[in-house]
């Protein structure tokens, strides 16, 4: 994919990964891009940021996903002032971290409606608007965890694992329509929210910076799936060819459940 003279939108832009992916996109001579978070305040500093880098058009759209009469209205909107998007880059997440037996149903049904929910409400709604002007690239920011579960992770995981399968059944649906849809897998990320969860032993997480430089990469490449860093690639490799030998892994480097959760907010990163 060119990426020179498109528009760009970036959801979970606030913060982490999401925030990585947009000042890497502002390196690439797009014409507008299009920056969504909750936080207004913190979309506004990078916003501030990207234009001291950068000439191109940065607008900036406070929104929660999980709203989708809000997020109808918003980006309906946005298409016709700032559109027509070429491309969707649905970062917004939520992760929790505890043992599946003690985590609250409130806080299963959070992580559901924005890793999932909010992800389909954005993408049916720009995906329509690609399909007509046949042309677009969608990407899912999943996780290595879309791959492999992880303990004290189980919810996000499963999030995770149907956003690989969403994504590859979009691809498959609107190929003919001239309209790509790819998956960028991170293995752990060096974040604000990962700081604040138990880390997983024997794993060095890499830098929210190195992601972003890999999706660009990978998209001008034309990749379906895009895979960070050498442990990712370890890891499916055992998993493939010794799934015993994973699953010995997991094992020792999982942390121990706490007997408090701990939820964190995100924006995928």
Not at 105 to 133: C, D, F, W
Not at 166 to 175: G, N, S, V
Request: charge should be positive; hydrophobic fraction near 50%; charged fraction near 20%.
């Amino acid at each position: 994919m060119k990426l020179s003279q498109k528009t760009a939108l970036v959801t979970g832009a606030s913060r982490g990964i999401g925030r990585a992916i947009a000042l890497a996109l502002a390196q690439q001579e797009l014409k507008t891009l299009i920056l969504v978070a909750r936080d207004r305040a913190k979309l506004a500093e990078l916003a501030t940021e990207i234009q001291s880098l950068s000439s191109i058009e940065v607008i900036v759209l406070p929104l929660d996903l999980t709203q989708i009469k809000a997020v109808n209205m918003t980006v309906i909107k946005a298409w016709r002032q700032h559109g027509p998007i070429q491309l969707l880059i649905n970062c917004a997440g939520v992760a929790h971290q505890s043992s599946f037996l003690q985590t609250n149903p409130s806080q299963m049904e959070a992580e559901v409606s924005l890793n999932l929910m909010g992800t389909y409400t954005i993408t049916r709604l720009i995906a329509k608007r690609m399909v007509h002007q046949q042309e677009g690239t969608i990407v899912n920011v999943s996780s290595l965890m879309g791959k492999i579960a992880a303990p004290t992770m189980a919810t996000y995981s499963a999030t995770k694992f149907a956003l690989v399968g969403f994504t590859q059944a979009l691809r498959a649906e609107l190929a003919p329509e001239n309209v790509q849809v790819v998956s960028l897998l991170p293995s752990l990320t060096d974040t604000d929210m990962v700081r604040e969860l138990k880390l997983f032993r024997l794993v060095k997480p890499m830098t929210a910076h190195k992601v972003a430089l890999a999706l660009v990469a990978g998209l001008k490449r034309g990749r379906e799936e895009i895979h960070v860093g050498w442990q990712s690639y370890l890891a499916l490799l055992c998993q493939r060819f010794a799934p015993w030998l994973l699953e010995l892994i997991l094992g020792i480097a999982a942390p121990m459940p706490r007997k408090r959760s701990k939820f964190v907010w995100l924006f995928r990163g």
